[in-house]
C-alpha cells in the first residue's frame, strides 16, 4: 500500500511499499533455488512520482534479508530529465559545464559520476543541441547508467554507452539503418586518457578485432582497468589487461537497444528505433519480450501511419517499414511454436498471418518517390517473394496441427504462396529461386495422397530439373564466355539439387540460427 501525506507528494515524503510476488529468483538474495510466495518490503522516497528506496526479503521464520541495491520504479509515467548519475527525475538542475549534455540532480551526484564522465565528456559535446539525439536511462546488472544517441549523417547514428555500465568502461556504438544486423555491431571503446580509441566488430559468428586490439580468442581486450560484474565476464587478464568477453559484450548491448528503441520511438525516431529493433532480433534470445517490442512498434508505426498514406520518401523509410513487419512475422512463427497451450498457438500463428498478409497488400500498394523508383521493381519482387514463402512455412504449420479438411485447404493457401512467389522470382530474372521453389512445391503436393496432387508433384518436379538444367547452361555460356576473352566473370557454381524430392524447409520448425530469427 502507498501513504499519501498531503494533496501532492513532496521530496521528502516517506512511503513504504509491500510487494508480495509467487516466486523470487533465489540469485537475487544469493540462493540456488527459487523462494515461493516471497514478500518484498520497499522503504524510502518519493519524487516526481518515482521511488527510490532501500529493499528487505521477508522470509518466514528468518530475518530479513536486505537486498545490494536500491528499488526504483514508477509510480507515475515521467519522461522528463533524469539525473546522469542516479537517474532520479531532476528538481534542482545541475549540469556538467563542459559537455552541457550530463545533468544531474545534486552536486553529490555530479561529484561521484565526474571519475567516469571526465574522460568522454569532449565525446558529448555533438549531443548537446538537442536536434535528433536522446538519452536512454537503463538498469542491467545492479548498474544504472545512460545512453547518449544522435543522428550523424543520414540513415547513421551513433551511440555512446556511459562509463557507469556494469563492464566499467564506456564505448561508442555505430549502427545504420540500412545494414543489416548479421553484418556485425561495430563498437570502439572510448580512451580513458590520451590514448587510442579500439574498435572492434560484433558479428553473428563472433569477435572480429581491430589490428589495435589484444587478440584474445572470444574476448575483446581494453587497455585501461574496468570494475567487472559479479557474474565474472572481465575478470580475466592479459598482459595485465582486463579482457571483455563476448557474452558480457552482446548481454549489455542487448539491454542498451532496448533501452534506446524504447527511447527514440518515443521521441519519434523511427528508423534508429527499427534499427535497434533488427540488432535485437539478431542478438537476443528472448522471444517473448521481442515480440511485445515489436509489436508496439507495429501498432505505432505500421498498422495504420504507412498503409498507402503517403509515398514512400527513401530508401531507409522502405527499410525500416518492411523489414521490422517482416521480423515480427518470424518471431510470432518462433513464439507460437513455444506457446504452452493450444489457444494460443493458435492466436499466436494466426497474429503472424495476418501481420504476413498485410506486408504483402502493403508492400503492393506502396508509392516510391521519383528519387528511389529505380530501385522498385528489384526491392518490391525480392520482399513479395520471402513474405510469400514465411505466409506458405506458416500455412504448412497450421495444417500440422488441423484436422483432415482444414489441413488439406491449408496446404492449398501454402501451394498458392509458392505458386505467386514464382512470378516474382520470374520477373527478376532469379532462376536459382525458381528453381528451389519448384522442388518445394512438388514436396508439398507429394504430402497428399489425392492422385490429383501426386501428378501435380511430379509435374512440379521436371519443371525444377528444366530450370536447373537452363541455369547450368547459362552458366556455362557465360564461363566460356568469360575464357574467351570477353563478357564478366562467371557466378560461383549452382548447388547440385537431388533429383529425389526432400521434404520442404516450410514443414520444420524455425531454427535460431536460420534466417536471423532471435
Known amino acids: 500500500c502507498c501513504i499519501q501525506r498531503g494533496s501532492l507528494w513532496k521530496p521528502s515524503d516517506e512511503v513504504r511499499l509491500i510487494i508480495s510476488v509467487d516466486r523470487l529468483d533465489g540469485s537475487v538474495v544469493g540462493r540456488s533455488t527459487d523462494i515461493p510466495n516471497a514478500t ?9 512520482g518515482s521511488y527510490v528506496g532501500r529493499a528487505y526479503v521477508l522470509l518466514p521464520h528468518e530475518q530479513p534479508i536486505r537486498l545490494p541495491r536500491k528499488l526504483r520504479f514508477s509510480l507515475k509515467e515521467f519522461k522528463g530529465l533524469r539525473c546522469s548519475w542516479c537517474l532520479d527525475p531532476i528538481e ?24 567516469v564522465h571526465t574522460p568522454i ?24 547508467f545512460l545512453v547518449y544517441w544522435r543522428n550523424v549523417r543520414g540513415l547513421s547514428y551513433e551511440l555512446i554507452v556511459d562509463g557507469n555500465n556494469p563492464l566499467g568502461r564506456a564505448y561508442k556504438l555505430e549502427v545504420n539503418t540500412l545494414k543489416d544486423a548479421r553484418e556485425g555491431l561495430t563498437y570502439s571503446f572510448l580512451p580513458a586518457a590520451a590514448e587510442s580509441s579500439i574498435a572492434v566488430t560484433v558479428g553473428v559468428d563472433g569477435l572480429v578485432e581491430d589490428s589495435r586490439t589484444t587478440v584474445v580468442p572470444g574476448a575483446v581486450s581494453s587497455s585501461s582497468s574496468s570494475s567487472a560484474p559479479n557474474n565474472n565476464n572481465t575478470n580475466t587478464t592479459v598482459d595485465g589487461l582486463p579482457v571483455i568477453t563476448e557474452e558480457a559484450m552482446n548481454e549489455l548491448n542487448v539491454n542498451v537497444f532496448f533501452a534506446v528503441a524504447q527511447n527514440a520511438l518515443d521521441d519519434g525516431a523511427l528508423m534508429l528505433a527499427s534499427t535497434c529493433l533488427n540488432h535485437l532480433f539478431v542478438f537476443c534470445d528472448n522471444v517473448d519480450h521481442l515480440a511485445l517490442e515489436f509489436f508496439q512498434f507495429y501498432d505505432m508505426c505500421v498498422r495504420d501511419m504507412y498503409e498507402g498514406s503517403r509515398p514512400i520518401s527513401c530508401l531507409g523509410e522502405y527499410v525500416m517499414l518492411v523489414r521490422t513487419t517482416y521480423e515480427l512475422g518470424q518471431l510470432l512463427l518462433e513464439w507460437a511454436l513455444k506457446a504452452p497451450f493450444a489457444a494460443l498457438f493458435w492466436q499466436r500463428l494466426v497474429s503472424a498471418k495476418d501481420v504476413l498478409v498485410s506486408l504483402y497488400n502493403l508492400n503492393s500498394s506502396l508509392v516510391f518517390a521519383p528519387s528511389i523508383q529505380n530501385v522498385r521493381e528489384i526491392l518490391t519482387h525480392d520482399q513479395q517473394r520471402q513474405t510469400l514463402h514465411l505466409l506458405a512455412k506458416i500455412f504448412v504449420v ?7 479438411d482444414l489441413s488439406q485447404r491449408l496446404i492449398r493457401r501454402a501451394e498458392e504462396c509458392y505458386r505467386d512467389s514464382i512470378d516474382d522470382d520470374t520477373a527478376v ?6 528453381c528451389s521453389t519448384f522442388f518445394k512445391l512438388a514436396a508439398l503436393c507429394s504430402l497428399s495422397t489425392d492422385p490429383e496432387d501426386q501428378a501435380k508433384a511430379k509435374e512440379y518436379k521436371a519443371k525444377g530439373l528444366m530450370e536447373v538444367v537452363e541455369l547450368k547452361r547459362q552458366e556455362q555460356k557465360m564461363l566460356s564466355d568469360f575464357l574467351s576473352g570477353g563478357g564478366s566473370p562467371p557466378p560461383a557454381p549452382t548447388t547440385e539439387v537431388s533429383s529425389d524430392v526432400a521434404a520442404p524447409d516450410a514443414v520444420s520448425a524455425p531454427s535460431s540460427a536460420a534466417g536471423g530469427s532471435a
Not at 429 to 434: A, D, T, Y
Open 40 to 48: 518484498i518490503r520497499c522503504e524510502g522516497h518519493v519524487s516526481n
Open 92 to 115: 534542482d538542475l545541475h549540469a556538467c559545464m563542459g559537455c552541457l549534455t550530463s545533468l544531474y540532480c545534486s552536486k553529490q551526484c555530479q561529484t561521484s559520476h565526474a571519475a
Open 121 to 144: 565528456c569532449h565525446h558529448l559535446k555533438p549531443y548537446a543541441d538537442g536536434s535528433l539525439s536522446g538519452k536512454a536511462p537503463t538498469t542491467f546488472a545492479g548498474a544504472d
Open 398 to 404: 497450421m495444417a500440422s496441427r488441423a484436422d483432415k
Open 429 to 434: 530474372r532469379n532462376k536459382k529461386e525458381v
